[in-house]
Nanobody, 122 residues
Framework: VQLVESGGGLVQVGGSLRLSCAAS????????IGWFRQVPGKEREGISC????????RSADFVKGRFTISSDNSKNTVYLDITSLKPEDTAVYYC????????????????WGQGTQVTVSS
């Protein structure tokens, strides 16, 4: 399994960003891909996950409409759109893949990408 994130960078407060996760190497179609983030000194936290098979999503409580996960199965790519960016959104954002969307946010059985840095400047 290979996951490659892109789309990170430096953005201003209030701006928007789209992160992409290109997935390859799966030998089955029933898996979930999620977005996670981590700041130095803190544990990686789950944001949202989506099932490749049926598009079901699971999101963390803090998401509250600013983060939207979507997928394009024809491109094997999962996106995370982030709006109204805040300085506290600054983190390394990771894409992870696992066997089931219900386990995804708990980071059970996951493969990981290398991450992409998002920095929000005020």
């Amino acid at each position: 399994v290979q996951l490659v994130e892109s789309g990170g960078g430096l953005v201003q407060v209030g701006g928007s960003l789209r992160l992409s996760c290109a997935a390859s190497g799966f030998t089955f179609d029933d898996y979930a891909i999620g977005w996670f983030r981590q700041v130095p000194g803190k544990e990686r936290e789950g944001i949202s996950c989506i099932s490749r098979r049926d598009g079901r999503t699971r999101s963390a409580d803090f998401v509250k409409g600013r983060f939207t996960i979507s997928s394009d199965n024809s491109k094997n790519t999962v996106y995370l759109d982030i709006t109204s960016l805040k300085p506290e959104d600054t983190a390394v954002y990771y894409c992870g893949a696992g066997p089931d969307v219900s386990l995804c946010l708990r980071q059970i059985g996951m493969d990981w990408g290398q991450g992409t840095q998002v920095t929000v400047s005020s």
